[in-house]
């Protein structure tokens, strides 16, 4: 829950602290004071968009903290899925520099607004007027019905059943587009592997032919070497071979008086061993190389070819042309295996859709079975509040699977017994939908985590009566968490825990805020009942309703 929170430079507030109590927080003041304000710099700690005309003084930045108590409230997940340090106080920072740039800190460590807001959204649930039309919005609807049927783990079932269903379609999908392209291009395709594949291509293929191609050209000429050299080696008596010999011989028969002569003639012996294998690859290449004019031939016609399809596919290399070839080759695939594919991506669909099927029923039952108790209980608490005659429907009705299941949810009121119920966003009025709204959050957040609720004059239109009955139903509702409540109705704010008065100073303009003593506060609800002139017996009645 909110323990305390502090504003620096936010529209009309200069500075502000305020410590807030574990259950019904009332905040009260006159129109124009600065309530909304309040609520605004709120928003903004939980990750509300920032807007520099916010800033009170153009130099200097706007700082808004919140220090929470979370220890009750199983968020450690959360923290450890965004590298957070987790403390039970933990606190939400928020600081708007003067060049217009915001900044989000949890826990003094620097985070994105989104990690902010998620958070924030995890521990306050704010409320006002515009919220109302919430109403219309169906996630809204459906959060509600799931709240009061405590669906949670059924709608985390149902969201793997529909996910696995949604990525199956997805996979079906893909996979007829494809093989369909490929079956209006297979002529097309299969001539491009054909060709290419007849070819029998390898990696580096064109340099070696292209290698083959120059000695076919020249072979002449490494014929001449080859020769030449082989007999400049190896002649009888004049050959480099038979001299080396003569040498090796000399400096053998002198090593008795010469002593380097055996290392001489060692070192002549190695070269004339490395002459001799020179000598017969001479002989062999000789024999080898020779000008075969077929050879030629298809060397030139395979490089013709390779060089045709390299331009005709517009690459620059053999190893291009292989990936086509395999390319080509895999789209063929996708028609000839297509047909059984797709025949067990259609059945896996259905599959998947009988499952997410069966989760989405069990759900719409027990949305249903929740719907028809929300019903009685608001039917129940629009008494209480002045409305005997309203009647309120919860309809399920089915619909197409989507990721919330097979339902679609509308609220259907009248305050006539006469008509029929109605959507509620069409038929209510601004008065009727506040109250409906009031509702909703009491009955629904026995069912949630939520830490902290906070109501902006949602008790607007009403008073007598049904405002004090208002007061009381809020006052049960802060029961089990924290409640903050702007209002400004005597009859709701004499049920605080704590009461907060915002006033605008008269010298400088700022809004401030101050906790009020008990006398303070029988003397601002007694303002609240009686004006300006506070009476006793508004004093009388004021400490009758707090009492």
């Keep these: 829950m909110l323990h305390h929170l502090t504003v620096e430079n936010y529209a009309l507030i200069e500075r502000l602290d305020m410590t807030l109590s574990p259950h019904l927080n009332i905040i009260t003041g006159e129109t124009g004071a600065g309530k909304s304000i309040l609520l605004g710099a709120l928003g903004l700690v939980l990750g509300e968009r920032a807007d520099i005309a ?6 200097r930045g706007c700082v808004v903290e919140a220090t929470f108590d979370i220890g009750a409230y199983g968020l450690e997940g959360f923290f450890e899925a965004n590298d957070l340090d987790y403390e039970c106080e933990t606190i939400l920072r928020r600081v708007i520099t003067p060049a217009g740039k915001s900044r ?17 959204s995890r521990l306050i649930d704010i409320h006002s007027q515009h919220h109302s039309l919430r109403v219309a919005d169906e996630g809204f609807r459906m959060a509600i019905v799931d709240a009061m049927a405590d669906n949670g783990a059924l709608r985390e079932e149902y969201g793997v059943c529909y996910e696995a269903l949604r990525h199956s379609r997805r996979e079906l999908t893909e996979l007829r587009e494809r093989v369909e392209a490929a079956r209006r291009d297979r002529d097309y395709i299969e001539h491009q592997y054909n060709q290419l594949a007849a070819l029998k291509l ?3 293929e064109l340099e070696e032919l292209e290698s083959e191609q120059l000695m076919l050209d020249n072979v002449e000429r490494i014929g001449e070497a080859l020769g030449g050299g082989g007999q400049l080696l190896d002649e009888e008596e004049n050959g480099v071979l038979a001299r080396l010999k003569q040498v090796e011989n000399l400096f053998q028969r002198c090593g008795d008086v010469y002593t380097p002569a055996a290392e001489i003639a060692e070192r002549v012996r190695a070269a004339l061993l490395e002459l001799k294998d020179i000598s017969a690859l001479l002989s062999d290449e000789r024999e080898r190389v020779d000008y075969n004019p077929e050879r030629a031939a298809i060397v030139v016609e395979r490089i013709d070819a390779i060089y045709t399809l390299m331009r005709k596919h517009g690459v620059q290399s053999v190893e291009e042309l292989i990936s086509l070839e395999r390319e080509y080759g895999e789209r063929l695939g996708v028609i000839v295996e297509g047909d059984s594919r797709l025949a067990e991506l259609t059945a896996e669909v259905e599959s998947r859709r009988r499952e997410a099927d069966a989760v989405a029923a069990r759900l719409t039952e027990s949305r249903t079975r929740a719907g028809g108790q929300l019903a009685r209980e608001v039917v129940a608490m629009l008494s209480r509040l002045g409305m005997e005659h309203s009647s309120f429907v919860c309809a399920v009705t089915p619909v197409e699977l989507s ?6 949810v509308e609220f259907r009121f009248s305050s006539n017994p006469k008509f029929q119920p109605q959507p509620l966003e069409r038929v209510a009025s601004g008065g009727e ?20 609720v906070v109501f902006d004059e949602i008790d607007t239109g009403i008073s007598g009566r049904i405002a004090d009955v208002t007061g009381q139903i809020i006052a049960e509702l802060s029961a089990g968490r924290q409640v903050v409540n702007i209002t400004h109705l005597p009859q709701v704010a004499s049920k605080g825990d704590t009461h907060f008065k915002v006033y605008k100073d008269g010298e400088s303009g700022h809004t401030r805020l101050r906790l009020l003593t008990h006398e303070e506060r029988i003397e601002e609800v007694a303002a609240m009942l009686s004006g300006t002139d506070v009476t006793p017996a508004a004093l009388e009645q004021a400490r009758q309703l707090i009492k």
Excluded: H, W
């Excluded at 939908?433 to 902290?452: D, F, H, N, Q, Y």
């Design 104 to 120: 989000s800190y949890i826990n003094d460590l620097p985070v994105q607004l989104s990690v902010l807001k998620e958070l924030g």
């Design 433 to 452: 939908i506040s109250r409906v709204m009031l509702c909703l959050k009491a009955l629904v957040a026995g069912k949630t985590e939520m830490p902290t």
């Design 54 to 59: 916010t800033l009170k003084e153009s130099g």
């Design 403 to 408: 990721a919330t299941g097979g339902d679609g």
């Design 202 to 204: 390898r990696p580096g």
